[in-house]
């Protein structure tokens, strides 16, 4: 089940537009780029295809991470890697990195 989560308006914003590639394929343009959108009702980040097609929900987990990467860091200027999790419908997020 997806867990509900508030968020403040200010850190919804801060990740609102944010560049991100998913691994699968969008079913209706067939594209890997998406952005973080708004919120709908009790869910507060969607994720959208390029398209404009609805893909699903960010994870309590990954809203967190990304917002504190942002309040770090800034926010990036490449798109980031997100991979989904096969049991949830929520998206967990991943370094392209890898250490040795």
């Not at 969008?26 to 097609?53: E, F, L, N, Q, T």
């Not at 809203?63 to 200027?77: A, Q, S, Y």
């Not at 890697?81 to 949830?88: E, N, S, T």
């Amino acid at each position: 089940m997806t867990e509900y989560f508030e968020t403040g308006i200010k850190k919804d914003r801060a990740l609102l537009g944010l560049s991100i590639t998913l691994p699968e394929q969008c079913p209706a343009c067939h594209g890997h780029d998406a952005v973080i959108g708004a919120s709908h009702g009790p869910y507060k980040i969607s994720i959208m295809c390029a398209c404009g097609r609805h893909l699903g929900w960010l994870s309590v987990e990954s809203f967190n991470f990304l917002t504190e990467i942002v309040r770090c860091f800034g926010r990036p200027t490449e798109p980031i890697c997100v991979r989904r999790k096969a049991a949830k419908d929520d998206a967990d997020v991943s370094s392209s990195t890898t250490k040795a």
